[in-house]
């Protein structure tokens, strides 16, 4: 299968070649020159097996030059029982309707752990196939989750190097920690004065500026990235859609065949484009709800076609969907409206910080997708509600996630199985989700852990555990105009 740039460039790459890339030389995304078809024989025959086995299974279908036994070997490694526990993505049950995605078991409480548990291995692979000598230094831009997912999955991986910036205050205390504590010998990490947005264009600055390529290839050095515009990100976030679907078939919660509809707490628009993905391959799925928090682009994209980043940002509490740019909506309208618009399109953006795509491609947006938003005040009472009602305990990601579900179906009144994606530990953002369903909460982050612990009796998740006691590696904040010399110096070092 070959695979293309969303902007048009046409020089047709393996999939080796375009997850060792990761972005294209026209400054757009790749993505496969088809969809696979997920027919109703395979996905009954995906319905018995494990977790890795259906990863393969989906993977061998994209990865076609990875060969079916190299994806097997690699999934089983990435999801091992040790990383993830007895089901890399648990679905839970909660009334006839709702039903919760879990995608937080890897090893950083996150869902970013999905797909960067395995891309690594699959870059590792496609240095490999590709016969590449250099070393792979990747870079990577984080609003929090991101930057300690891919610290975690590329550490002592050979032939790699990760560097990860993250905005200086646009982090948790547990996320920085988590991030500044991290091991290995080919890791660094770095704050930046700015926000999310500042850090990622840096990062994208880094990627275009071909005098800096020259410079580091004199040093046998190559960059691609972890962030969700590498298709060796996306492509392992498709399995979990079609994973849960067979989930709900083995449990009776679903006839096979039933039509299934996803709701996405969205920030960079990876987890819900996957999902998308999977209904056009064949998975039934019905609407696919796009959840939002204060900063509410997508919710007024789905409803007007127009993109506008030039409004306020905001700092809310899911840090992880403060995002006024989300990357991977450039593959989205690249698959429904093809890459002249979508070349166009990134172009204004990038110009004058909007676009509007055309009635007929907002018309097929709005009859696959629907936007809602939530504040940060319903976040609280989300969590409490459904502390309260289901004994579900919700981080502040997902409970804007739920709360949009729930706008949805009264809205609607559609009776259709609802399935929310849920993308972090309620430990990963502890402060927010204890003021939530307590009255007091400790001033520290730390204690607020345990404070959460001990009202909820729910435990801790064991590497979030033993945080406090380690003791920081990575302190510097740096301007983002440092950025380049920053890399440069790490890669020397
Ligand atoms: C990354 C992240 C999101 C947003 O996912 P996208 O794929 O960027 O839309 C939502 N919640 C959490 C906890 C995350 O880490």
């Given at each position: 299968m070959k695979y293309f740039s969303t902007r048009g460039d046409r020089s047709g790459l393996t999939a080796a070649e375009a997850i060792k890339r990761g972005i294209a030389p026209d400054g757009g995304l790749y993505m496969p020159e088809s969809l696979p078809e997920i027919s109703r024989e395979f996905l009954q025959s995906l319905c018995p097996m494990s977790y890795a086995e259906r990863a393969a299974s989906v993977l061998a279908m994209f990865l076609d030059d990875y060969g079916y036994d190299t994806l097997l070997e690699l999934c089983k490694k990435a999801y091992a029982k040790t990383s993830f526990g007895d089901h890399a993505a648990p679905v839970v049950e909660l009334d006839g309707i709702r039903n919760?995605?879990?995608?937080?078991?890897?090893?950083?409480?996150?869902?970013?752990?999905?797909?960067?548990?395995?891309?690594?291995?699959?870059?590792?692979?496609?240095?490999?196939?590709?016969?590449?000598?250099?070393?792979?230094?990747?870079?990577?831009?984080?609003?929090?989750?991101?930057?300690?997912?891919?610290?975690?999955?590329?550490?002592?991986?050979?032939?790699?190097?990760?560097?990860?910036?993250?905005?200086?205050?646009?982090?948790?205390?547990?996320?920085?920690?988590?991030?500044?504590?991290?091991?290995?010998?080919?890791?660094?990490?770095?704050?930046?004065?700015?926000?999310?947005?500042?850090?990622?264009?840096?990062?994208?600055?880094?990627?275009?500026?071909?005098?800096?390529?020259?410079?580091?290839?004199?040093?046998?050095?190559?960059?691609?990235?972890?962030?969700?515009?590498?298709?060796?990100?996306?492509?392992?976030q498709i399995v979990y859609y079609i994973s849960a679907y067979c989930d709900l078939v083995n449990a009776g919660r679903l006839t096979f065949g039933d039509t299934l509809n996803i709701c996405v707490p969205t920030g960079n628009f990876g987890n819900i484009f996957a999902a998308y993905l999977a209904k056009r391959m064949g998975l039934p799925l019905g609407k696919l709800v796009c959840a939002s928090?204060?900063?509410?682009?997508?919710?007024?994209?789905?409803?007007?076609?127009?993109?506008?980043?030039?409004?306020?940002?905001?700092?809310?509490?899911?840090?992880?969907?403060?995002?006024?740019?989300?990357?991977?909506?450039?593959?989205?309208?690249?698959?429904?409206?093809?890459?002249?618009?979508?070349?166009?399109?990134?172009?204004?953006?990038?110009?004058?910080?909007?676009?509007?795509?055309?009635?007929?491609?907002?018309?097929?947006?709005?009859?696959?997708?629907?936007?809602?938003?939530c504040n940060e005040t319903d976040t609280q009472k989300t969590i409490r509600h459904y502390f309260d009602t289901y004994h579900y305990l919700a981080d502040t990601h997902t409970a804007v996630g739920l709360y949009c579900a729930d706008r949805y179906l009264a809205d609607t009144g559609d009776t259709t199985a609802m399935l929310t994606a849920s993308t972090a530990s309620p430990y990963?953002?502890?402060?927010?989700?204890?003021?939530?369903?307590?009255?007091?909460?400790?001033?520290?982050?730390?204690?607020?852990?345990?404070?959460?612990?001990?009202?909820?009796?729910?435990?801790?998740?064991?590497?979030?555990?033993?945080?406090?006691?380690?003791?920081?590696?990575?302190?510097?904040?740096?301007?983002?105009?440092?950025?380049?010399?920053?890399?440069?110096?790490?890669?020397?070092?």
């Open positions: 919760v995605l879990e995608l937080w078991h890897g090893p950083t409480s996150a869902f970013k752990d999905m797909a960067l548990q395995i891309m690594p291995l699959l870059l590792s692979k496609a240095l490999e196939l590709t016969h590449e000598t250099n070393t792979v230094c990747i870079l990577v831009a984080t609003s929090g989750d991101t930057g300690k997912a891919a610290l975690e999955g590329y550490k002592n991986v050979d032939h790699t190097k990760i560097i990860v910036f993250y905005p200086e205050n646009g982090v948790s205390n547990v996320q920085k920690r988590q991030m500044q504590t991290q091991e290995g010998d080919n890791v660094a990490v770095t704050a930046i004065r700015g926000n999310f947005d500042d850090a990622q264009n840096g990062v994208k600055r880094i990627f275009a500026d071909s005098a800096f390529r020259e410079k580091l290839a004199k040093e046998n050095v190559i960059l691609s990235s972890a962030n969700s515009i590498n298709w060796g990100r996306l492509v392992p928090n204060q900063n509410n682009i997508l919710t007024d994209f789905f409803n007007t076609g127009v993109y506008d980043r030039n409004r306020a940002f905001h700092l809310s509490m899911s840090p992880s969907m403060d995002i006024l740019i989300s990357s991977n909506l450039e593959r989205l309208l690249y698959v429904v409206a093809g890459s002249e618009k979508t070349a166009i399109w990134m172009k204004q953006l990038n110009e004058t910080g909007r676009y509007e795509v055309d009635a007929e491609t907002l018309n097929i947006l709005q009859t696959e997708f629907c936007g809602y938003y990963k953002f502890a402060s927010n989700v204890l003021r939530s369903v307590s009255e007091t909460c400790p001033e520290d982050e730390f204690d607020a852990l345990d404070a959460l612990s001990q009202t909820t009796k729910t435990d801790i998740p064991a590497p979030l555990a033993c945080l406090r006691t380690k003791e920081p590696r990575f302190t510097g904040v740096i301007d983002k105009e440092e950025m380049e010399d920053r890399v440069y110096g790490f890669i020397r070092q």
